[in-house]
């Protein structure tokens, strides 16, 4: 007597394995996945801290005299960065006073 399952275990048990290589595969590419997002949220969160740490610093001096007045601060003064590259820093249409 041959196999009870006859025809159908021909393609079962090797479809079986292919299918367990499949599922090995995607789970090792969700645990590099996961070890790489969670190092760089590490590192971000880091760096936020990072920054809040040295803004929260120069505010504190500030708000306790340690710091000298600066009646126009600048973002560059206070997170050590340079302002955004979208800010204006002149008016394309040419200073108003040379004009008249």
């Not at 590099?32 to 880091?46: F, L, M, Q």
Request: aromatic share 6%; hydrophobic share 35%.
């Amino acid at each position: 007597m041959g196999d009870p399952l006859g025809k159908a275990n021909e393609t079962f048990i090797p479809s079986k394995e292919a299918a367990a290589k499949t599922v090995a595969d995607q789970q090792a590419f969700e645990a590099a996945k996961t070890a790489d997002v969670a190092s760089r949220n590490g590192a971000n969160t880091n760096a936020a801290d990072t920054l809040k740490t040295h803004v929260r610093t120069m505010r504190d001096n500030q708000s306790q005299g340690e710091a000298p007045l600066d009646n126009h601060p600048t973002r560059e003064n206070w997170t050590g960065r340079p302002p955004p590259a979208f800010a204006q820093s002149s008016w394309p249409m040419g200073n108003a006073d040379e004009t008249f």
